[in-house]
């Protein structure tokens, strides 16, 4: 069984690091996303998260699926990942864990 401890923190402090910085940026999202690509050192970065945004993208669809989910079931996760990144895969991580935790829970209760 997995913990969902981990991932529910990281989800937490960065969603609300993400939210605090929103609120006091000076530009759009958009805006923000465009001046990150005007340079090659941070663009080499952002491509490089988009790159592992790809790749969590892919487990989650895959994951999904062995566990019998439709793939409608995974876009909410990923529409988030293309916009925040990290916090598609967290929130799936974290989604998961409880879903786990209460399957568990329910075949031990039949049991």
Do not use: C, H, N
């Not at 937490?12 to 990150?36: H, K, N, P, R, W």
């Not at 998260?49 to 994951?63: C, E, I, P, S």
């Not at 876009?75 to 895969?89: D, R």
């Amino acid at each position: 069984m997995m913990s969902i401890a981990l991932p529910l923190t990281a989800l937490l402090a960065f969603s609300g690091y993400t939210l605090s910085v929103m609120v006091q940026a000076e530009q759009s999202l958009i805006d923000f996303g465009i001046s990150l690509m005007s340079r090659p050192d941070t663009a080499q970065v952002v491509i490089d998260l988009y790159l592992l945004a790809t790749l969590a993208g892919v487990w989650m669809f895959k994951d999904a699926r062995a566990r019998g989910r439709s793939v409608w079931s995974v876009v909410p996760y990923l529409v988030l990942t293309a916009v925040f990144v990290s916090v598609g895969p967290l929130l799936y991580l974290v989604v998961r864990g409880i879903q786990e935790r209460r399957r568990i829970g329910k075949t031990a209760s039949v049991s």
